[in-house]
C-alpha cells in the first residue's frame, strides 16, 4: 500500500475511502475488553434513527474522534461506542407518512403490522447516518453498535422500569399534562416548544347567582374553554369581592353553578378585574388552585383527544350543544363569543400577544389535558444527581453549564415518562380483565387524511386504561392473573419516552443488567460531548439513572459544544436557506479540511462561525503540508535512516531551533487537549506548521540540503526535516486522519518506525504513539536567538518590498544592536540572514549608524539598515512615491466625504458602508506607508 511518492495534487476522496478501508479491515477502531491497560471510553450521543448528518453532528462527532484517536495513540485502551437512537415519535411520524403515500393508514393497519413496517423501514433507512459518520472519519467501534430498540437495551429498559417501580419511584397518576392533540400523545415539559402569538383577551361578565344584576368580571384569551369552568377565583384580602367568597356565580350558556373562592396565589391583587376564572381540566394553574380547595374542585374537560369539543359536557344548556359538539376548540372559540355577546355576557375584547405552547415535533398548538400517565418520582433520584456535580466527580466544561444543571435539578418536576404511540418501549404493566372492571377500551378517530396527504391525525392508543386500574408491573409477561388466575390480560398501551432508554445509554450498550467485563472495563466512561440544548433532556438523567442502576456516575467530563451557526452568526435553518451540508463540504473540499476548520473555531463558549470559505482556507492548509511533504520527500532517500543522534539536536541553529519549537507546540497541544480547548489545539499545529516549519525551516534547511551526499551536515538537515514533519504529522493526525495518513506511509520506513516512542511498526500512523514533548529539547534562548533572525531578515525583505528593489539584487545591509551579546548572537547566523535576504554585505554592530538615504526597519532589540544609494534613482523614486500619495490622498477624500453624508450612512445597506468603511482604512495605512518610504529616502 506504501506509494513512495506523492501525486502533485492531494485528492482527498479517494484516498479517504482507502484508509478507512484500511483501517477497518486491521480492525484498529475496535477495543479489546480483556486487554487492561488504562481505559478511555466514551459513548456517542447517540443521532436519531430518522437523521441524517449535520453539521451539529459532524462538530460533535469530530470532537469525539479527535480525544478517542488522541487517547487510542497514547496507549489508553480506547473505547467509542456508537448507535442510533430510535426516536419514538419522530420515527412514528416518518413512517406513517410513508405509509399515507401508500393511501395505508396506520389504524387499519394495526399495531403489529405497523411495528413490522417501522422495522422494516429501519433496515432499510437506519443505516444512513451511520455510513455518514464513517465518511467523517469516526473511528467508532463499529462492532459495538447499539440500538436503543436492541433485545439486550430493551431488557435494561424493563429492569430499570421495574425496578423503579418497585422501589415506589414510578408511579401511575391521573395528571394535567400537555397533550398535542396532532401526535395524540402526552409530552413532558420540556418536550413544549413557547412562542408569543398575536391573540385576544376577552372580558366576560359572571352574573352572581342571588342578584343576576350584580356581575364579576373575568378575562380570558381563551373563552371557550368557560365551559369547564368550577370556580371563579378572587384574592381574599381583596376589599371589592372578599365577602362574596362562597357565594356562586350562575355560568352563562350552562345550567351550571359555580363557587366563588379565595385563592391568593392564582390571583394577583394588582392585576386586572381582581377575579379570575378557574378551568382546573385545561389550565395547569387552574388545576393546581382547584387542588387546594378542600374538597378539590371537580374537573371538567370539555375536549377530546383531537381538541375537540365533546357532546356530553355536564350542565350545559341544549342549544348550545347543538352549535358546537364534536367541532374544533379553535372554531368554537368563536361560536361561543359570539352567544355570550348577544346574550350581553362579553364586556370587551382588546389584542393582547401571550405565550402558547406547540409541539415540538409538529409544532402543533398543546392542549392540556387530564389523562392518566406514568410518571418518575424525580426529587429523590436528584439529589444524588446535584451532589455529584457540587462534589466535581462529575465536571462540566465549560463550567457555567453546571449552574444550568442546578438550577434545572432543584427545581425538578417529576418525569411523565408514558407516550401514547405505538413505536418504543411497550409499558411492562398488565391488567387482568377479570379483576379490573375498571379497564375502560375506547377507540379513537382513525388517523384521517387531508390534501395533499398531510396528516391529519397522529398517534393515539386504541386502548386507555383507568386511573383506578391496578397493573401487575413485571421483568416478564404474566401468563395468568396472581390474583385470580385469569389468562385474559392486556398489556398497558402506551410506550416510555424515548429519553427513557437514552437515559440507560452509558451502561446499557455495555452489556447492564449483566456483570460484564465491558462494564468493569469502560464504566464510568470518561467524558461526554454534547451540546447544551440535551443538558435537561439527557444529561441530567443519564447522571440520575447511573447513580440509581450503577451506583457509579456514568462520565468524568461532559464538553458542552458550542452551536454551529452560519457567517453572519445566525441559526442554521432550511428557510433560511443557510444551512451547510457536511456532506457537501466534505465533498468539495475534503474531511480533513472540514474538520480542521470545526475544530478551528471550537472555542468554548462561544458559537462557531461557518462558512464555505473558511473551509476553503483550510483546504489550503491541507495543500501547504501536501507540499512540503512533497520537498521533503525529493530530499530524502527512501533508504534513509535518520541519525539517531542527530534527532534531538541536528548540527545548525535553525535544526535546535525547529527543534525546540516543536516540543513547545507539542506541549501546548497536550494542554490545550487535556482542557477541551479544541481551538487552541488547531491553531497551536496550524501555526507551527505553516508558519515555522514549512515558511522558515525548509528555506532554512537549503542550503545544507545542498550539501554533499553523506555529509554531516546535509544527513542532519535531513534527519531534523523528516522528524520534525512525521512528528507534526502524529500531532495532526486526531484533527486529520487522513492526509496525516496518507503522507505518513510514504515516508521512509525507518523514519515512520524508529521515531521516539514508536509503535505498530510503522503499520499505521493511527496505531503509532502520540508525541510528547522532550522538555530537554526546548531551549528559549535558542527560540530567541533564532527570532532575531528572522526578524531581520524580515525587516529587509520588507524593505525590499517597500522599496520596490528587484527579488535579484544583492543589497547591503547593517544592524545596529542595542548589546554586544545580541550582535555576538546574530554574527553567528550572519549566513542565515545574508542567504534569506540576498545580500552582498551584513555588518552588526553596537556603534553602526544610519547611513544617509537609508531604509530602516526596526525590531526588538536592534534596527535596520538598508542603504538605498545606488540601489536606485533617489529623484525618480522621490517622484514616484510623491505621485502615489496624491493620487490615494484623492481616494481618501472621496470615501470620507461618502462616509461623513448622513444621507448615504443611514439609506445604503449596512455590508456597502462597511465595506467602503474599511476601504478608507486600507488607504489611510497605504498612504503612512509610502509617507514613511518618502522620509526614508533623505
Ligand atoms: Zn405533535
Ligand atoms: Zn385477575
Redo the contacts with the bound molecule.
Keep these: 500500500m506504501s506509494v513512495k511518492e506523492l501525486p502533485k495534487a492531494y485528492e482527498p476522496k479517494s484516498v479517504e475511502e482507502r484508509w478507512y478501508a484500511f483501517w477497518l479491515e486491521k480492525g484498529y477502531f475496535h477495543s479489546d475488553e480483556n486487554a487492561g491497560g488504562e481505559p478511555f471510553s466514551i459513548v456517542i450521543p447517540p443521532p436519531n434513527v430518522t437523521g441524517s448528518l449535520h453539521i451539529g453532528h459532524a462538530l460533535n462527532s469530530t470532537l469525539q474522534d479527535i480525544l478517542v484517536r488522541w487517547m487510542r495513540m497514547s496507549g489508553r485502551n480506547t473505547l467509542w461506542v456508537p448507535g442510533t437512537d430510535h426516536a419514538g415519535i419522530a420515527t412514528q411520524n416518518v413512517v406513517e407518512r410513508q405509509l399515507i403515500k401508500e393511501h395505508i393508514d396506520r389504524h387499519a393497519l394495526g399495531r403489529e403490522k405497523f411495528i413490522e413496517k417501522v422495522w422494516e423501514w429501519k433496515k432499510v433507512y437506519g443505516g444512513r447516518i451511520i455510513s455518514q459518520l464513517k465518511r467523517l472519519g469516526a473511528s467508532c467501534d463499529w462492532q459495538r453498535e447499539r440500538f436503543t430498540m436492541d433485545a439486550g437495551l430493551s431488557r435494561a429498559v424493563r429492569e430499570v422500569f421495574v425496578t423503579l417501580y418497585e422501589e415506589e419511584l414510578i408511579y401511575r397518576g391521573e395528571r394535567l399534562i400537555n397533550w398535542c392533540p396532532r401526535c395524540h400523545t402526552a409530552l413532558s415539559d420540556i418536550e413544549v416548544e413557547h412562542e408569543d402569538e398575536k391573540g385576544k383577551l376577552y372580558h366576560i361578565a359572571y352574573p352572581l347567582s342571588h342578584d343576576h344584576n350584580i356581575r364579576l368580571t373575568v378575562a380570558t384569551t381563551r373563552p371557550e374553554t368557560m365551559l369547564g369552568d368550577t370556580a371563579v377565583a378572587v384574592h381574599p384580602l381583596d376589599p371589592r369581592y372578599k365577602d362574596l367568597i362562597g357565594k356562586t356565580i350562575d355560568l352563562p350558556l350552562t345550567t351550571r353553578r359555580i363557587p366563588i373562592i379565595g385563592d391568593s396565589v392564582l390571583v394577583d391583587l394588582e392585576f386586572g378585574t381582581g377575579a379570575v376564572k378557574v378551568t382546573p381540566a385545561h389550565d395547569f394553574n387552574d388545576y393546581e388552585a382547584g387542588q387546594r380547595q378542600i374538597p378539590p374542585l371537580p374537573l371538567i374537560s370539555i375536549l377530546n383527544e383531537k381538541a375537540e369539543v365533546v357532546p356530553d359536557i355536564p350542565d350545559i344548556k341544549p342549544d348550545v350543544r347543538k352549535q358546537i359538539a364534536w367541532k374544533p376548540a379553535k372554531k368554537v372559540r368563536g361560536i361561543v363569543v359570539e352567544m355570550i355577546k348577544e346574550q350581553g355576557f362579553l364586556v370587551k375584547t382588546e389584542d393582547h400577544s401571550h405565550s402558547i405552547g406547540k409541539c415540538y415535533r409538529c409544532k402543533t398548538v398543546v392542549e392540556p389535558r387530564l389523562s392518566p400517565q406514568w410518571f418518575v418520582k424525580t426529587v429523590p433520584l436528584a439529589e444524588p444527581a446535584i451532589k455529584v456535580v457540587e462534589e466535581g466527580k462529575v465536571q462540566f466544561y465549560p463550567k457555567g453549564w453546571e449552574n444550568t444543571y442546578f438550577d434545572w435539578m432543584r427545581n425538578i418536576k417529576d418525569w411523565c415518562i408514558s407516550r401514547q404511540i405505538w413505536w418504543g418501549h411497550r409499558i411492562p404493566a398488565w391488567y387482568?380483565?377479570?379483576?379490573?372492571d375498571g379497564i375502560l377500551e375506547t377507540s379513537i378517530g382513525v388517523g384521517a387524511v387531508g390534501e395533499e396527504g398531510a396528516l391529519l391525525s397522529g398517534g393515539g392508543n386504541i386502548t386507555t386504561i383507568a386511573i383506578n386500574a391496578k397493573p401487575i408491573v413485571q421483568r416478564e409477561e404474566p401468563r395468568?392473573?396472581?390474583?385470580?388466575?385469569?389468562t385474559?390480560?392486556i398489556q398497558d398501551p402506551d410506550v416510555l419516552d424515548t429519553w427513557f432508554s437514552s437515559a440507560l445509554w452509558p451502561f446499557s450498550t455495555l452489556g447492564w443488567p449483566d456483570k460484564t467485563k465491558e462494564l468493569a472495563s469502560y464504566y464510568p466512561t470518561s467524558v461526554l460531548v454534547t451540546s447544551f440544548d440535551i443538558i435537561f433532556f439527557w444529561v441530567a438523567r443519564m447522571i440520575m439513572m447511573g447513580l440509581h442502576s450503577m451506583k457509579e456516575v456514568p462520565f468524568r467530563h461532559v464538553y458542552i459544544h458550542a452551536l454551529v451557526r452560519d457567517a453572519e452568526g445566525l441559526k442554521m435553518s432550511k428557510s433560511k436557506g443557510n444551512v451547510i451540508d457536511p456532506l457537501v463540504m466534505i465533498d468539495q473540499y475534503g474531511t480533513d479540511a472540514f474538520r480542521f476548520t470545526l475544530t478551528a473555531f471550537a472555542a468554548q463558549g462561544r458559537d462557531i462561525k461557518m462558512s464555505a470559505e473558511r473551509i476553503e482556507g483550510y483546504r489550503n492548509f491541507a495543500n501547504k503540508i501536501w507540499n512540503a511533504s512533497r520537498f521533503v520527500l525529493m530530499n530524502i532517500e527512501q533508504d534513509f535512516v535518520p541519525n539517531a543522534e542527530l534527532l534531538t539536536k541536528g548540527t545548525s541553529l535553525a535544526d535546535r531551533w525547529i527543534l525546540s519549537r516543536l516540543n513547545t507546540m507539542s506541549k501546548d497541544v497536550h494542554t490545550a487537549l487535556a482542557e477541551y480547548r479544541f481551538n487552541d489545539v488547531a491553531s497551536s499545529l496550524y501555526q507551527f506548521i505553516w508558519h515555522e516549519y514549512c515558511d522558515w525551516y525548509l528555506e532554512l534547511s537549503k542550503p545544507a540540503l545542498n550539501q554533499e551526499k553523506g555529509s554531516t551536515s546535509r544527513s542532519a538537515a535531513q534527519t531534523v526535516l523528516a522528524h520534525v514533519l512525521e512528528t507534526s504529522l502524529r500531532l495532526l493526525h486526531p484533527i486529520m486522519p487522513f492526509i496525516t495518513e496518507e503522507i505518513w506511509q510514504t515516508l521512509p520506513e525507518k523514519v515512520r518506525a524508529q521515531g521516539p516512542g514508536a509503535r505498530g511498526n510503522g503499520e499505521s500512523i493511527m496505531i503509532s504513539s502520540y508525541p510528547i514533548a522532550d522538555e530537554k529539547v526546548i531551549n528559549a534562548e535558542i527560540e530567541q536567538d533564532m527570532q532575531m533572525v528572522m526578524d531581520t531578515i524580515l525587516a529587509i525583505r520588507n524593505i525590499r518590498g517597500e522599496m520596490n528593489i528587484a527579488p535579484s539584487m544583492q543589497i547591503n545591509a547593517n544592524v545596529k544592536v542595542e548589546t554586544e551579546e545580541l550582535g555576538e548572537h546574530l554574527q553567528k547566523s550572519a549566513s542565515y540572514v545574508m542567504t534569506l535576504s540576498r545580500l552582498k554585505e551584513l555588518r552588526i554592530g553596537v556603534d553602526e549608524k544610519k547611513p544617509k538615504s537609508a531604509a530602516t526597519g526596526v525590531i526588538k532589540g536592534a534596527e535596520v539598515y538598508v542603504p538605498l544609494e545606488g540601489l536606485l534613482d533617489l529623484t525618480q523614486e522621490r517622484d514616484r512615491l510623491q505621485k502615489e500619495i496624491a493620487k490615494i490622498s484623492k481616494d481618501i477624500d472621496i470615501f470620507s466625504k461618502k462616509l461623513l453624508n448622513k444621507d448615504f450612512v443611514d439609506k445604503a445597506p449596512k455590508a456597502v458602508v462597511e465595506k467602503d468603511t474599511a476601504k478608507l482604512e486600507e488607504f489611510k495605512v497605504k498612504r503612512d506607508k509610502l509617507e514613511q518610504s518618502l522620509k526614508m529616502l533623505d
Excluded at 387482568?432 to 379490573?436: G, S, V
Excluded at 395468568?480 to 385469569?486: A, E, R
Design positions: 387482568c380483565k377479570r379483576c379490573d395468568k392473573c396472581p390474583h385470580c388466575g385469569s385474559e390480560l
